[in-house]
């Protein structure tokens, strides 16, 4: 496993930098990957070699369960693709005996009422996601006109408005397909099939003869034009619904220079329980990115007793890591309240003795220390938890009035800690434990030979128990952050567990549809 490969910067940063700053894309960074994948099927348009799993560093997998689920939300997609189809005029023409020619022609016709019965959703192993909309229920308005000439040179010509009653199936089949290595959702198989076509002129429910002439003339061309408007009409709205998707996802995992790659690495896999797509998971950082190599992933690693399922390489996380690291975002600064709560809990008369030794009678408001990461940080995932190593600086400066500022105490250390994140009450939990230190470098005013043990002692002592807690719910805050700004927090997720594994991380959980999200797209495209 190698981290990203980037250009280095100076290890000091130039000015301290906020909490805001230390903003790590991690591990819930593609949570809203979960509507990229409201259906998936075998993709085609791509090449992907002949090992296509060796660069996949994320996979999704949606579950029949999460199938069903976004399936009650399909009426609100038929619904726009009726109301938004542009119906042509319809015109026709045929001989009658005794009366001549008789032309007709429909105009401004459009949907009045529409209601769906009850839709179902198959996961068809190896083909497609099949939907079966059932008992359709539309009403058409419109304008006919309507002529003939008679075989005694009589002549009529006459325009009503209509009303068309009806009720229809529709059997739609939804693939995705790979165009430019990302999800393009093809609903073009789609069938209607109809139980009622009914006329009415003006109101009339009881039409004369002449009037049903009409109708026994229109019928083909009316169920004909409906079946390709409605079915054009429902493939744009799928083809606009996955690329509005996919474009929220996109932006939801990059902030500013930071980005992940979530472009196809391999055709999706459908099955009769789940459907699984493949993403490359690369991570870019001001326009240098590092393929993933030799991916760890097969479909037996997931199981599908959950709705939804995010499966990440260590190799996605540890660029990650890098990435933050280059761009100076594993920086922070402590100041006051914050770090009397870190200095301030001496439980002996030699820590007190300690803490005096550091700060020389000065007031923590009038002191500020900051913690930077000096090389890229490694991740390891392992059973146990996320383990973070990394060499780690902090530098402790006091302000005394009407004094020049001066730093009292400078240290590099390696730091390993293994972290357990969770996800509960939306917000990103992280939970550091078996905390291990190394001192480097060790400076201090107070002690420039370093032979006062119990200041070290003390130090090992504060950062372990105090200030790893202190700096990983940092961490969460700013990711939390983070996340929400991008709408994570909008959605409903249920019991989301985040599960290691010897070298990826499962993220499975159960939702509720994303309501907002439906709406926001019915606003910005209709």
Same mark, same amino acid.
Request: charged share 20%.
């Given at each position: 496993m190698s981290p990203l490969l980037l250009p280095e910067r100076s290890q000091r940063p130039p000015q301290l930098l906020g909490a805001g700053r230390m903003k790590l894309l991690g591990l819930f960074g593609m949570l809203l990957l979960l509507l990229i994948h409201t259906a998936a099927a075998a993709a085609g348009g791509c090449e992907f070699g002949d090992f296509p799993h060796r660069s996949t560093g994320i996979v999704c997998r949606m579950t029949k369960a999460a199938a069903l689920l976004l399936n009650q939300e399909t009426a609100k997609v038929i619904q726009a693709a009726f109301r938004n189809a542009k119906f042509p005029n319809i015109t026709g023409e045929r001989s009658v005996r005794l009366l001549g020619k008789v032309a007709y022609e429909l105009t401004n016709m459009q949907v009045d009422q529409l209601s769906l019965e009850q839709s179902a959703v198959e996961l068809r192993e190896d083909d497609a996601i099949h939907l079966a909309i059932n008992n359709v229920t539309a009403s058409f308005r419109g304008t006919l006109t309507y002529g003939y000439a008679g075989a005694w040179f009589l002549r009529l010509f006459h325009s009503v408005d209509f009303e068309i009653k009806s009720s229809i199936d529709l059997q739609i089949n939804i693939d995705l397909m790979c165009q430019r290595d990302q999800v393009a959702a093809d609903a073009s198989h789609c069938y209607l099939t109809f139980h009622k076509l009914t006329l009415h002129l003006q109101?009339? $429910? %009881?039409?004369?003869?002449? $009037? /049903?002439?009409?109708?026994?003339?229109?019928?083909?061309?009316?169920?004909?034009?409906?079946?390709? %408007?409605?079915?054009? %009409?429902?493939?744009?709205?799928? /083809?606009?619904?996955?690329?509005?998707? &996919?474009?929220?996802?996109?932006?939801?995992? /990059?902030? $500013?220079?930071?980005?992940?790659?979530?472009?196809?690495?391999?055709?999706?896999?459908?099955?009769?329980?789940?459907?699984?797509?493949?993403? $490359?998971?690369?991570?870019?950082? /001001?326009?240098?990115?590092?393929?993933? &190599?030799?991916?760890?992933?097969?479909?037996?690693?997931?199981?599908?007793?959950?709705?939804?399922?995010?499966?990440f390489s260590e190799q996605v996380l540890s660029s990650l890591a890098s990435a933050a690291f280059m761009d100076q975002r594993l920086v922070g600064t402590i100041t006051g309240d914050k770090l009397q709560e870190l200095f301030g809990a001496e439980e002996s008369e030699a820590q007190h003795k300690a803490v005096q030794m550091i700060f020389q009678g000065t007031s923590y408001n009038e002191s500020a220390a900051k913690v930077w990461s000096l090389a890229h940080p490694r991740i390891s995932l392992q059973p146990e938890g996320t383990v973070v190593s990394s060499l780690v600086a902090v530098e402790l400066s006091i302000f005394p009035a009407g004094e020049q500022p001066r730093m009292v105490l400078y240290m590099e250390k390696e730091i390993t800690v293994t972290i357990q994140a969770a996800y509960a009450e939306k917000k990103l939990l992280l939970h550091p434990s078996d905390p291990r230190i190394e001192f480097k470098v060790f400076q201090c005013t107070a002690d420039p030979s370093g032979s006062e043990p119990s200041l070290r002692d003390f130090l090992q002592t504060m950062i372990s128990h105090v200030g790893i807690p202190e700096v990983t719910s940092r961490f969460a805050e700013a990711l939390t952050s983070l996340m929400n700004s991008k709408g994570l927090h909008l959605f409903e997720i249920i019991n989301p567990e985040i599960v290691t594994r010897q070298g990826y991380v499962i993220v499975q959980l159960d939702f509720s549809f994303p309501n907002h999200l439906l709406l926001d797209f019915f606003e910005k495209k209709f």
């Amino acid at each position: 496993m190698s981290p990203l490969l980037l250009p280095e910067r100076s290890q000091r940063p130039p000015q301290l930098l906020g909490a805001g700053r230390m903003k790590l894309l991690g591990l819930f960074g593609m949570l809203l990957l979960l509507l990229i994948h409201t259906a998936a099927a075998a993709a085609g348009g791509c090449e992907f070699g002949d090992f296509p799993h060796r660069s996949t560093g994320i996979v999704c997998r949606m579950t029949k369960a999460a199938a069903l689920l976004l399936n009650q939300e399909t009426a609100k997609v038929i619904q726009a693709a009726f109301r938004n189809a542009k119906f042509p005029n319809i015109t026709g023409e045929r001989s009658v005996r005794l009366l001549g020619k008789v032309a007709y022609e429909l105009t401004n016709m459009q949907v009045d009422q529409l209601s769906l019965e009850q839709s179902a959703v198959e996961l068809r192993e190896d083909d497609a996601i099949h939907l079966a909309i059932n008992n359709v229920t539309a009403s058409f308005r419109g304008t006919l006109t309507y002529g003939y000439a008679g075989a005694w040179f009589l002549r009529l010509f006459h325009s009503v408005d209509f009303e068309i009653k009806s009720s229809i199936d529709l059997q739609i089949n939804i693939d995705l397909m790979c165009q430019r290595d990302q999800v393009a959702a093809d609903a073009s198989h789609c069938y209607l099939t109809f139980h009622k076509l009914t006329l009415h002129l003006q109101g009339d $429910k %009881e039409p004369g003869w002449l $009037k /049903q002439l009409f109708t026994d003339f229109i019928s083909f061309t009316l169920k004909f034009a409906l079946k390709r %408007e409605v079915c054009t %009409e429902i493939n744009f709205v799928a /083809q606009m619904l996955a690329s509005f998707v &996919q474009d929220l996802a996109a932006n939801f995992v /990059q902030d $500013k220079g930071i980005g992940l790659d979530i472009s196809l690495a391999s055709a999706p896999l459908i099955t009769a329980t789940y459907v699984d797509s493949y993403h $490359k998971g690369s991570v870019w950082y /001001q326009n240098h990115s590092a393929a993933l &190599q030799d991916s760890l992933f097969s479909p037996g690693l997931l199981p599908a007793s959950r709705m939804l399922y995010f499966w990440f390489s260590e190799q996605v996380l540890s660029s990650l890591a890098s990435a933050a690291f280059m761009d100076q975002r594993l920086v922070g600064t402590i100041t006051g309240d914050k770090l009397q709560e870190l200095f301030g809990a001496e439980e002996s008369e030699a820590q007190h003795k300690a803490v005096q030794m550091i700060f020389q009678g000065t007031s923590y408001n009038e002191s500020a220390a900051k913690v930077w990461s000096l090389a890229h940080p490694r991740i390891s995932l392992q059973p146990e938890g996320t383990v973070v190593s990394s060499l780690v600086a902090v530098e402790l400066s006091i302000f005394p009035a009407g004094e020049q500022p001066r730093m009292v105490l400078y240290m590099e250390k390696e730091i390993t800690v293994t972290i357990q994140a969770a996800y509960a009450e939306k917000k990103l939990l992280l939970h550091p434990s078996d905390p291990r230190i190394e001192f480097k470098v060790f400076q201090c005013t107070a002690d420039p030979s370093g032979s006062e043990p119990s200041l070290r002692d003390f130090l090992q002592t504060m950062i372990s128990h105090v200030g790893i807690p202190e700096v990983t719910s940092r961490f969460a805050e700013a990711l939390t952050s983070l996340m929400n700004s991008k709408g994570l927090h909008l959605f409903e997720i249920i019991n989301p567990e985040i599960v290691t594994r010897q070298g990826y991380v499962i993220v499975q959980l159960d939702f509720s549809f994303p309501n907002h999200l439906l709406l926001d797209f019915f606003e910005k495209k209709f």
